[in-house]
T-cell receptor
Framework: GNSVTQMEGPVTLSEEAFLTINCTYT??????LFWYVQYPGEGLQLLLK?????DKGSNKGFEATYRKETTSFHLEKGSVQVSDSAVYFC???????????FGTGTSLTVIP | DSGVTQTPKHLITATGQRVTLRCSPR?????VYWYQQSLDQGLQFLIQ???????AKGNILERFSAQQFPDLHSELNLSSLELGDSALYFC?????????????FGQGTRLTVV
């Protein structure tokens, strides 16, 4: 079956620290992978995506590389800001289907 | 603004009641997805419609039902409500079909059952 596993939170970092949020997946075939972000009181917003192995998605200083050999899509940012405080969701979508499978979310708090 | 509109934003109702949540997808999107987000269960996929037809079903209770209308808006009906149904209900839309496109989420309807 299809599933996504994210590192447990919450994660608390100081401003300008390096961020890694781990995400691994289980899927048949070649899914597309996504990171969504949910700011307090809002819906989920797409942060970045990758559609095939070795693709790197990037946006707003965040990056994630689709690693098929390790079935991973870890989210990284070199220097976090207070405004990055949010819940981050890793997700996959099969190319032959429409359903999105989400991880449980990782809460990030960045302190000044 | 994602372009996905959900109404109402907040809903408070009593146990045993029935409510309807509404979702208007982004212009041009044919697929609508419903998700339930609760503190203990995370983001749970409920159901997907594509161009008016049910496409995929997730962990949707029998007390819940949904439909997508010819103008592509969708409604999620929740009946015989229980305290445990209190959650954020998100609607998302995508172009649909078998494409690697992302889903765009609405801001959600927060349902409180008292």
């Amino acid at each position: 079956g299809n599933s996504v596993t994210q590192m447990e939170g919450p994660v608390t970092l100081s401003e300008e620290a390096f961020l890694t949020i781990n995400c691994t997946y289980t899927a048949t075939g070649y899914p597309s992978l996504f990171w969504y972000v949910q700011y307090p009181g809002e819906g989920l917003q797409l942060l970045l995506k990758a559609t095939k192995a070795d693709d790197k998605g990037s946006n707003k200083g965040f990056e994630a590389t689709y690693r098929k050999e390790t079935t991973s899509f870890h989210l990284e940012k070199g220097s976090v800001q207070v405004s990055d405080s949010a819940v981050y969701f890793c997700a996959l979508r099969q190319n032959t289907g429409n359903q999105f499978y989400f991880g449980t979310g990782t809460s990030l708090t960045v302190i000044p | 603004d994602s372009g996905v509109t959900q109404t109402p934003k907040h809903l408070i109702t009593a146990t045993g009641q029935r409510v309807t949540l509404r979702c208007s997808p982004r212009s041009g999107d044919l697929s609508v997805y419903w998700y339930q987000q609760s503190l203990d269960q995370g983001l749970q996929f409920l159901i997907q419609y594509y161009n008016g037809e049910e496409r995929a079903k997730g962990n949707i209770l029998e007390r819940f039902s949904a439909q997508q209308f010819p103008d592509l808006h969708s409604e999620l009906n929740l009946s015989s409500l229980e305290l445990g149904d209190s959650a954020l209900y998100f609607c998302a839309s995508s172009v649909g079909g078998y494409m690697n496109t992302e889903a765009f989420f609405g801001q959600g309807t927060r349902l409180t059952v008292v």
